[in-house]
């Protein structure tokens, strides 16, 4: 089912060539339908009730015909998901929590799971907790709100362009042109990374909506599940040199995007990891994306951590302020310098309106160039055109030296 937020909606030539591309998903399934090779007849299987063995030997996999169909269908729509966020503003919960003493599989996890109210208010951890951990809460009001606090954290993302900026109650990401910042509240302090050599994990884009590719599909055999879901197996890579791997991926019909996916072990077929994506919701901006996604690692068969995030609010295609990814800090903050080596820090001793612009006059490099537009799909302006026209002039005049010595 999918959630719709009313609001402000985006509209465009774009969208409405993604929205004919889902609407061809339809016949894609008809068409399956009546080549009658995809078996039916057998119980339908939902991500609910889906075990973890393959079931391959149960249903018929898509022939070579069917698959390049399955692909013309579902790779424009991925390609427009991909291009239908020129900027956006999540509110979210995140939340991460351990199981020692319940013991449960991945299946009896997500039963009890959906047994929980999952609506991010104030309450969200405690009733979490109570479910998967009590034995966390010792009955006394000031530790059990010390240890709900430590699993729960508010967050907002923002994104524009190739700019990203993950906001909580403890730290703070701001990816801006080639440079990382991270800021530490509690201990009043930031690093900077090249982009890219940051390895403190936080959301993005990606996290919220996660999208398919071609490869995948290539190397997925495809079988229907049942009138909603399709199930993709990869296997791979076959290489002794590469660490071999495998995973399942259960994909809606309707909108092409997914609804649970496993990583499995290729010797036993013991489920390594699970991630669910549910609560399909349509956000302002006309972007369909999960307010619910939880990845669970699992351990000897037993989900052992989980990491989860719950939407609150979102809304895309709109205009960010001019501020919105410039980091700011107080007089008698500590800065560390982490781009090049050899790496360095100190102390500034007055407030810094423009933190990013700190650690880049220390490393010579520029400040991204400001978008060239907004609205779904906008890129930067392309400067390979003139630096093609800029190396034809100077082979031109080359080769009129060259010709004047020679005569």
């Known amino acids: 089912m999918i959630r719709a937020c009313a609001d402000v909606r985006f509209s465009g030539p774009g969208r409405d060539l993604h929205h004919h591309y889902l609407s061809r998903l339809v016949f894609l399934s008809a068409y399956l339908l009546l080549t009658g090779t995809v078996s039916t007849a057998q119980e339908p299987v939902s991500a609910e009730t889906t075990q973890e063995a393959s ?66 208010d104030e309450t969200l951890a405690r009733r979490l907790v109570e479910r998967f951990c009590p034995e966390k809460l010792t009955g006394s009001l000031p530790d059990d709100e010390a240890t709900l606090r430590a699993i729960e954290d508010k967050r907002i993302f923002r994104q524009q362009g190739n700019e990203r900026r993950c906001v909580s109650e403890i730290f703070e990401h701001v990816v801006t042109g080639d440079v990382h910042l991270l800021a530490d509240r509690p201990n009043k302090g930031v690093k900077a990374y090249r982009r890219g050599a940051c390895n403190y994990l936080y959301e993005t884009l990606e996290w919220f909506r996660t999208i398919p590719n071609e490869s995948l599909v290539d190397g997925s055999t495809v079988f229907r599940v049942d009138a909603d879901l399709w199930r993709l197996e990869y296997y791979g890579p076959a290489s002794e040199a590469e660490r071999k791997h495998a995973s399942w991926l259960l994909l809606d019909q309707t909108d092409g995007l997914p609804r649970q996916w496993r990583m499995i072990s290729p010797k036993d077929g013991s489920t390594l990891r699970m991630e669910v994506f549910e609560e399909m ?28 995030t719950v939407i609150r609010e979102a809304r895309f295609n709109i205009a960010l302020e001019e501020d919105a990814f410039r980091l700011s800090v107080p007089a008698n903050w500590s800065w560390y310098d982490l781009q090049v080596e050899p790496k360095s820090g100190g102390r500034w001793t007055e407030p810094v309106a423009d933190v990013a612009a700190f650690f880049r006059g220390r490393t010579g490099s520029e400040a991204p160039s400001p978008p060239t537009g907004r609205g779904k799909g906008f890129t930067a302006t392309s400067w390979r055109p003139l630096l093609l026209i800029l190396n034809g002039a100077v082979l031109i005049v080359i080769g009129v030296v060259l010709w004047r010595r020679s005569s």
Request: net charge negative; charged share 25%.
């Open 55 to 120: 079931i391959s030997d149960a249903e018929s996999p898509l022939t070579a015909e069917q698959k390049a169909e399955f692909k013309s269908s579902y790779l424009p729509v991925w390609e427009g998901y991909r291009s239908d966020i020129s900027t956006g503003e999540i509110d979210y919960l995140f939340v991460i929590f351990t199981l020692k003493e319940r013991k449960l599989t991945c299946d009896e996890f997500l039963h009890e799971l959906r047994s929980v109210s999952l609506v991010p």
């Open 281 to 308: 919701t349509q956000y302002p901006g006309d972007v369909l994306l999960p307010a619910v996604h939880l990845r669970a690692n699992v351990s000897n068969g037993y989900v052992s951590n989980v990491r989860m």
